[in-house]
């Protein structure tokens, strides 16, 4: 830590933008790790010495050789949107935040290369400009990085189409910085990605990104109520696998959920109705518009999707920004992240909304696996305390529905994904081998 | 069979017609009232002298509506047809009569929002002429992109190179409306929409002559093509699967050949390992890197690759070697040969493959088109099948039904028999309002029996 760290640290940073007041310290220190009252507990008061504000890729070289060669500490900081405590320095150090290397390097043939620090928002803008559109983004948008999402996300509005972000051709490269007394700048591209990709950071200091993206489409944003929740559910994954509907976003939502939605126009949210909320391209509107009808549901809103600041746009009731609309109303209410099975997942969906009534209120991303339509779900849930949370958690599990822990800020307890378990932690022996990268947040290394 | 209908005087059918342009003479009717159906040597026995006896080529809605209008009051049949691509004889004038030829309604209307809305009689080719600076692309098309019209494609086709994207005809939204012409007194224009298209998708023009239709469309990519051959047809098989399935890497067309189906595609020839099965595959350009390492990893060797807007050189595109041309090419070498049309589908899809290949080897060299279905990717098998007899043909087809892998039979010319397997309700409900009397391409649905109905001599 720095207070160890001799004056000879502070003078290899010498020229860079340092920032080291206690305010800003705390306050650049933290994430959306609050939603979890586990976390919250855990984490409060952990926060960086010093936060460097590189401006270049060799800026960043000279803060990894500094912190390598003198053993402190280094946690890499995008837009700090994340949920799980990804970027909460555990052991002090230096924070990097990636905030100005915010340079969009190009933009052709479906390909984009941004540096870690652009905004997501902005990418997606600039690539609008040229018939293009970011394939997926999580409800963040506007603050998250493109650095923080591959490093800490992994799916999102887009999904429904083009599955996770782990799924190969998603992210076509990362360019990397070790932290090594000499860092080595390494190019990272196919089945390597893995080694950098949803990492947190514990492996190496992702400074560009290249996306694969889409063709840009007109989308029209449109909410569906249902009077019954699994007619609701069965609706979303209907929809989901009708091939001739272009969708981006397809997110089931349980009342007593839409009530803590506001700034939507009125009747969008009737009373006591389930909600599925959508974005289809404008050619297939009509599409929605009739399978909904037809299925018992009425379409409550219907609106041209518009890049415009003074509207909130529907993705931000979805994804983790569910959670978050709920929190904003009830300060005691938490969630849960899980993965369900495929080819059943609309049955394990209905029957955990049996199980566990309004203090689980399900909520569901529906998304592309493997080809097919399956959701996760961010539930939210009435806390009362952590032994009833976990209770919940086994309930669920008796119905096929594993949990992807959101109480942890550990790598590993997120999903079952062994093969790049193993390969993240082969190549951060040889790209931290001093384990000063993010520490405490990968159980394999700190076991190790 | 000899076509026709004797007891018309159709010079004067002509002349009532008139300036609707019509056409008697017998080799130039004849040849537009074929298709590709001497594919199967079943169909070509019974269809090989079918045909009609005027060609009526209107150049706009009301001219349709002229000759409907007409021939309903002469009991004369009307065949509407588009370019003639089909395979099961769905354009051929089984009682004569009419040909109703809908190229020269061939106006492109809209596009918005994605949206286009055409005449009929346009050629896909010429559709995408106009949607393609807009930057808007079919969603699929048949492998006869070239020649085909939008209408036929409707109104006979079922889905194409796309449909690993988008499904098919039948998936809902990808038809968001058509223009019907009843045949009727007076005939009624009608206006379908959403779901209310399916009456007449894939009904061979039996309930109503569509004459404009609105479709979504696709942004356009820049399209890869590649080739990737593999030491058997199972493990080639499984690398469409795993691409199909791969939701990262933009593909519109994953095809896998045997060797014994490749060995037709002349123009690939020294591109192509004598002896290996291969994929063919069009590819969205920032896919490539992926897809060259799947099908690394699936043990496939890339031997052919063509950038999006690369050279052409000698060789055709690579999706006029799939889907229904992949047949023509293998005919090109031997008359002998026809197709099947099954679809591999369910959990242990590929396992079926595997069983078809082992049991029928060369006599039916595999030919796959994977593709989207409800939801999820399974495999169309347009089988080459080295024809003996049409006995052992419906024994292959026996077998696959028995596997679980549902026959769209290619040598029938009925409706049902074909692609629908039963008896579409709605298709039925709605001939009895379109065509009350049985006159639009008769023969074709089963299922209509239509009134007798004696031809109308001409009032004096």
């Not at chain 1, 190496?204 to 109520?225: D, G, H, K, R």
């Not at chain 1, 126009?265 to 599409?287: C, Q, S």
Request: hydrophobic share 40%.
């Amino acid at each position: 830590m720095i207070p160890a760290a001799p004056p000879a640290f502070r003078a290899a940073l010498d020229g860079l933008e340092l920032i080291d007041h206690p305010v800003q310290l705390r306050l650049r220190s933290r994430d959306f790790y609050w939603y979890s009252p586990i976390l919250k507990a855990e984490l409060d008061g952990k926060a960086a010495d010093l936060i460097v504000v590189p401006r270049t890729v060799d800026e960043v070289v000279r803060v990894a050789a500094a912190c390598a060669r003198f053993g402190v500490p280094l946690v890499v900081r995008g837009g700090a949107t994340g949920n799980y405590g990804q970027m909460v320095p555990l052991q002090g150090g230096v924070l990097l935040d990636m905030a100005r290397l915010d340079r969009t390097l190009w933009i052709e043939r479906g390909r984009g290369r941004f540096e870690a620090g652009v905004r997501l928002g902005d990418a997606d803008v600039l690539c609008q400009k040229q018939g293009w559109e970011l394939r997926m983004f999580p409800s963040t948008r506007r603050q998250a990085t493109v650095g923080g999402y591959v490093c800490g996300g992994a799916a999102g509005v887009g999904s429904i189409r083009y599955g996770q972000l782990r799924d190969a051709g998603s992210v076509l490269a990362l360019k990397v910085v070790t932290c090594e007394p000499v860092p080595r700048l390494i190019e990272l591209r196919g089945v390597d990605i893995g080694k950098a990709l949803h990492a947190y950071g514990t492996t190496s200091i992702v400074v560009e990104v290249e996306l694969a993206l889409a063709p840009a489409y007109p989308w029209v944003e449109m909410v569906a109520a249902f009077d019954d929740f699994a007619t609701a559910a069965q609706f979303a994954q209907a929809l989901g696998e009708s091939d001739g509907i272009f969708l981006k976003l397809d997110s089931l939502m349980a009342w007593p959920l839409p009530r803590y939605f506001r700034g939507l126009e009125e009747g969008t949210l009737p009373d006591g109705r389930h909600i599925v909320m959508i974005m289809v391209t404008a050619g297939n509107a009509t599409t929605v518009r009739d399978l909904v009808r037809e299925r018992g549901g009425a379409v409550t809103l219907e609106r041209r999707y518009v890049e415009d600041r003074a509207i909130t746009p529907l993705y931000e009731y979805t994804w983790n920004h569910t959670t978050l609309q709920a929190l904003k109303i009830d300060k005691t209410v938490t969630y849960l992240q899980t993965i369900f099975p495929l080819g059943a997942n609309v049955e394990a969906l209905i029957a955990s909304h049996e199980m566990f009534g309004e203090e689980v209120m399900a909520h569901a991303e529906f998304q592309r696996r493997q080809g097919r339509t399956n959701c996760s779900s961010l539930q939210v849930v009435r806390y009362s305390d952590e032994a009833r949370l976990w209770e919940i958690v086994r309930g669920m599990e008796t119905l096929g529905i594993r949990l992807s822990n959101p109480h942890s800020y550990i790598l590993e307890d997120k999903g079952a994904r062994v093969l790049s378990a193993d390969l993240q932690l082969a190549f951060k022996r040889e790209a931290d081998p001093r384990g000063l990268l993010n520490p405490g947040k990968m159980s394999r290394w700190t076991a190790a | 069979m000899d076509g026709g209908m004797k007891a018309v005087d159709w010079p004067s059918v002509a002349a009532d017609l008139a300036p609707i342009e019509c056409i008697t003479d017998r080799a130039l009717v004849r040849q537009k009232s074929r298709d590709f159906f001497w594919y199967s040597p079943v169909l070509n026995e019974r269809l090989k002298g079918v045909r009609g006896d005027l060609l009526v080529s209107p150049t706009n809605e009301d001219e349709v509506v002229r000759t409907l209008a007409y021939c309903h009051g002469r009991r004369i049949p009307v065949t509407p047809r588009g370019a003639g691509t089909g395979n099961y004889g769905q354009a051929m004038p089984l009682e004569g009569g009419v040909v109703l030829d809908l190229g020269r309604l061939d106006r492109f209307l809209s596009l918005e929002d994605g949206v286009a809305r055409a005449q009929a009689g346009l050629k896909l080719g010429d559709l995408e002429a106009h949607s393609l600076p807009q930057g808007w692309e079919l969603r699929f098309h048949p492998s006869t992109r070239r020649t085909a019209t939008i209408g036929g494609f409707i109104a006979g086709g079922s889905g194409g190179v796309g449909s690993i994207q988008f499904g098919g005809l039948r998936s809902r939204g990808n038809v968001l409306g058509l223009r019907v012409i009843t045949m009727e007194e007076k005939p009624r224009v009608l206006e379908l929409r959403g779901e209310e298209v399916m009456q007449a998708i894939h009904a061979y023009g039996t309930n109503g002559i569509i004459t404009e239709l609105e479709i979504p469309l696709a942004r356009t990519w820049p399209w890869h093509e590649a080739i990737v051959a593999f030491d058997d047809v199972g493990r080639a098989a499984s690398f469409g699967n795993t691409l199909g399935e791969a939701d990262g890497i933009t593909k519109k067309l994953v095809s896998v050949f045997d060797w014994g189906a490749a060995q037709y595609f002349k123009p690939l020839l020294s591109h192509l390992p004598a002896g290996q099965a291969i994929a063919l595959c069009l590819i969205a350009d920032p896919s490539r890197e992926a897809f060259a390492m799947l099908a690394y990893d699936s043990g496939g060797r890339i031997v052919f690759e063509r950038a999006a807007g690369g050279d052409g050189g000698e060789i055709p595109p690579l999706y006029e070697f799939t889907w229904n041309h992949t047949t023509l090419w293998a005919l090109k070498a031997d008359r002998t040969i026809t197709y099947l049309q099954c679809l591999f589908d369910g959990p242990d899809y590929l396992d079926k493959i595997a069983r078809a290949v082992a049991t029928f080897g060369d006599e039916t060299p595999m030919h796959l088109e994977f593709t989207r279905v409800g939801g999820h990717v399974a495999a169309f098998g347009l089988q080459l099948v080295r024809f003996t007899n049409e006995q052992r043909l419906y024994e292959i087809i026996a077998w696959l039904e028995a596997t679980g892998c549902p026959v769209a039979d290619p040598h029938t010319f009925i409706l049902e028999d074909g692609g629908m397997k039963t008896i579409d309700e709605a298709q039925l409900a709605f001939k009895r309002q379109t065509d009350p009397l049985g006159l639009l391409n008769p023969g074709k649905m089963r299922a209509f029996s239509p009134p007798a109905c004696p031809v109308v001599e001409r009032p004096a």
